[in-house]
């Protein structure tokens, strides 16, 4: 479970968060195989930081910003599509669809062969 603290941070400083997070997974974040090879707990560290994003968006409105050419910040859609595309191919399930809302329970149902 995300705690207050992590989300607190998240959405004080989310580009540096995000940044320090994802640097170490940047080719996997550019390549379906690439993420699917991750070990777990590796992936597991880029599906958290995708359900933190989904909760500062929804709960505060943080999200990539196109009119902002400075904001690194990745789209969310983009990162929770990769995300789940990624544990698809890790898991051999590719018929399995976005159910929406929570990431960290999407990816679980995924990893666990939900259709």
């Given at each position: 479970m995300i705690d207050a603290k992590e989300?607190?941070?998240a959405r004080e400083h989310p580009r540096?968060?995000?940044?320090?997070r994802l640097l170490p997974y940047r080719a996997a974040l550019n390549d379906v195989a690439a993420y699917a090879a991750l070990s777990e707990a590796?992936?597991?560290?880029?599906?958290?930081w995708a359900e933190t994003r989904r909760r500062i968006k929804e709960e505060y409105g943080i999200?990539?910003?196109?009119?902002n050419l400075?904001?690194?910040?990745?789209?969310?859609?983009i990162l929770r599509a990769h995300v789940l595309e990624g544990e698809?191919?890790?898991?051999?399930?590719?018929s399995f669809a976005d159910?929406?809302?929570?990431?960290?329970?999407?990816?679980?149902?995924?990893?666990?062969?939900?259709k």
């Open positions: 989300l607190a941070l540096g968060t995000e940044r320090r590796d992936r597991d560290v880029v599906v958290r999200d990539h910003d196109p009119e400075a904001d690194p910040l990745l789209p969310l859609q698809r191919a890790a898991a051999g399930n590719r159910p929406g809302g929570n990431v960290v329970v999407a990816i679980a149902a995924v990893r666990l062969g939900a």
